[in-house]
């Protein structure tokens, strides 16, 4: 499988309850790299541009609040099919049906404070890498 690179958020829900190391963690032992990684407090129109396709969704304003209630860890992460394994590595965004072994299944509270969020796709990957990191700032 080809070398990818995933964006990857740790949600304030998590940096909170001071989780940052212990996420990231979870993905250097699962052979995911940070080549990429700041910490941001987002400011309410970062957080609705960045959740832009949500924006009709009933819970859009309880997401925009809970994305600005804190600092988010922004992170690049790299490796061996990097989008589908860091999907797997989270578990489902409700954290009721995340599998055993889960980021979401160990650390988020609920549907809305899941803790991480991770691209779906090459093509939002590649989006969402670039809303918040220049080409420099990424160092693999
Ligand atoms: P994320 O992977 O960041 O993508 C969109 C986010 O919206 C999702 O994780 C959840 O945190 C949030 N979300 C999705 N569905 C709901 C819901 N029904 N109620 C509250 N928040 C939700």
């Known amino acids: 499988m080809a070398i990818e690179r995933t964006f990857s958020m740790i949600k304030p829900d998590a940096t909170k309850r001071n989780l940052t190391g212990a996420i ?3 993905f250097e032992d699962n ?3 940070v080549v990429a990684s700041k910490r941001v407090w987002m400011s309410k129109r970062e957080a609705e541009g960045f959740y832009a396709v949500h924006k009709d969704r009933p819970f859009f304003g309880e997401l925009v609040e809970g994305m600005t209630s804190g600092p988010t860890v922004v ?3 790299e490796g061996e099919g990097a989008i589908l394994k860091n999907r797997e590595i ?3 965004t409700n954290p009721a049906q995340a599998a055993e072994g889960t980021i979401r299944k160990q650390f988020a509270l609920s549907i809305g404070e899941n803790s991480v969020h991770g691209s779906d796709a090459p093509e939002t990957a590649a989006e ?3 809303y918040w990191f220049s080409a420099t700032e990424i160092v693999g």
């Open 31 to 33: 052979g995911l790299r």
């Open 90 to 92: 989270m578990g489902a």
């Open 75 to 77: 992170q690049v992460l």
């Open 128 to 130: 969402e890498i670039a």
């Open 24 to 26: 990231t963690k979870v």
